[in-house]
């Protein structure tokens, strides 16, 4: 037996709940043949799991280290935004204008398309796949008599201050969607989606679908099609400060369609354009062009809203398909409605207050963005733990609970502890950075008692799926 499992098996032998000999013994087996694993040899590994009513420790192992949660960490943000906000609180995204259209529908002056940090607003585009919220704006101009504006639109963010992206984000994060810029006024997550397909025979153009067909970015590709078997070596490429994608290399004929979501820079700016665009779909003239600003004059009227979707809806978008962009927005929501500034600093400050005030020690804790996406995020399995303890009791635990991927179902656990025994049995938070991967939730039984438990795994340098079923084989044996 190797240091590792001796380490373990002195760790194991207290903190067990009284249960039959025979499950214990298999409980013991099982986690200590999954963190004895080759995928687990070098890696640094924290567990925390407690009975869940009563905190009653099960398996414990290092769980006051300070340890990188990867998206483990959007249990925080959303928890605190759930416990801010409330799960029916939605947010406003507004056409104002300092003047009201004359009897020929002319608008004489600038058209501010004002966010309101409303992190749902893309999910309008998959109804609207052109122009999304955006044209149901235009529509409700339209329908207000509206048929020439005479300025500019120009598109206002100014609800979120301070840096656009997190700290310490990795670089190389930053051309795609999981990296894009943190803005009040997000359109199409401030990204574009671009689908890209082989061509008929060796030799043909790639296929490109732009979503949206914005002009406010361009798509340059000399990339081809080569022939069925031949490796792929298709290159995307955006150079910073430019709303240029280059496309380079070949994709083999046969492959299956690729999809790439591709951050741009300047969020209102696009939202403006993209509003630009949708209004003269809708037959209003636009004469003074786009720009950005960051709030519209004070007295300005509001000429047509959108109102989002509520916040028990969005946290699924966060915690079910662990989504970057839609975690930074709540993050900097929840320092507006607490501090009232809506800024990384003031979500920063307004998390730990909230983990604070309910029972999480933070010592071991460096709380640096959101989404988990920054390598100087530390949590400790233990807080972690105790959060998950503390939003089974919280008075909206069923809107947090429900946002949670559920395994074997949907969201990021869609794909594991699908098995007959854990399938629908367990709801976790999953978290993946290289070199990291954590889990941490709900765990029920067919018998005995609920647990919640946090595994969190750092240096690992064997490959994700085999470290990922190492995870899974800790919790299935709780199960």
């Known amino acids: 037996m190797n240091g590792l499992a001796v380490a373990l098996v002195a760790t194991l032998a207290s903190p067990l709940p009284p249960a039959p000999t025979a ?45 990188t949660p990867a998206s483990v960490m959007k249990l925080a943000t959303t928890a605190a935004a759930l416990d801010a906000l409330g799960p029916e609180a939605r947010f406003s995204t507004t056409l104002q204008s300092t003047a009201r259209p004359d009897s020929q529908g002319h608008l004489m002056a600038d058209l501010y398309l004002v966010g309101g940090g409303d992190p749902s607003l893309s999910r309008e585009l998959l109804n609207r796949p052109e122009y999304g919220v955006l044209e149901i704006l235009a529509d409700a101009l339209h329908e207000a008599g509206v048929r020439r504006v005479e300025g500019k639109v120009r598109g206002c963010g100014g609800l979120f201050v301070g840096e656009r992206r997190g700290s310490d984000w990795p670089w190389e994060d930053l ?28 030799g043909d153009p790639i296929g490109i679908e732009r979503h949206p067909p ?34 380079h290399g070949c994709l083999a004929a046969g492959s299956p369609a690729l999809d790439r979501f591709v951050a741009l820079e300047d969020p209102p700016l696009y939202a403006a354009t993209v509003q ?31 109102q989002g979707a509520p916040l028990k809806e969005i946290l699924k978008d966060v915690n079910k398909m ?23 600093e003031a979500g920063r400050d307004a998390v730990s207050d909230f983990l604070k005030a309910h029972g999480v020690d933070l010592q071991g804790w460096d709380i640096e963005d959101g989404s988990g996406d920054s390598r100087s995020d530390l949590v400790t399995a233990r807080g972690i733990t105790d959060l998950l303890r503390a939003m089974y009791r919280h008075r909206d635990a069923d809107a947090f609970r429900d946002s949670l991927p559920v395994s074997g179902v949907d969201g990021t656990l869609k794909d594991r502890l699908g098995d007959g025994r854990a399938k629908g049995r367990v709801e976790a938070k999953t978290g993946t950075l290289r070199h990291v991967h954590a889990l941490a939730g709900y765990a029920h039984p067919q018998r005995g008692e609920s647990l919640v438990f946090t595994v969190l795994v750092n240096h690992a340098t064997a490959p994700a799926g085999e470290v990922r079923r190492a995870i899974d084989e800790i919790v299935s044996a709780l199960l």
């Open 214 to 247: 914005s002009d406010y970015y361009r798509v340059d590709s000399t990339a081809v099609t080569c022939a069925e078997g031949a490796p792929s070596n298709l290159v995307l490429e955006r150079p910073f400060g430019r709303n240029v994608i280059s496309l």
């Open 23 to 67: 499950v214990a013994a298999r409980i013991e087996r099982a986690v200590r043949h999954a963190l004895a694993s080759e995928a687990l040899r070098q890696a640094v590994v924290s567990v925390d799991v407690r009975t869940l009513e009563g905190g009653r420790p099960v398996l414990v192992r290092n769980p006051d280290l300070s340890m």
């Open 276 to 306: 630009g665009e949708a209004l003269r779909a809708k037959g209003i003239e636009v004469t003074g062009g786009i720009a950005s600003c960051e709030e519209p004059p004070a007295g300005a009227l509001v000429l047509a809203r959108y």
């Open 175 to 202: 051309v795609w969607s999981y990296g894009a810029e943190v803005s009040a006024l997000t359109f199409a997550d401030g990204s574009a989606n671009l689908k890209l397909s082989a061509g008929a025979a060796p």
């Open 322 to 344: 662990s989504h970057n962009l839609r975690a930074e927005m709540l993050f900097r929501l929840v320092g507006q409605k607490i501090h009232g500034v809506g800024s990384a």
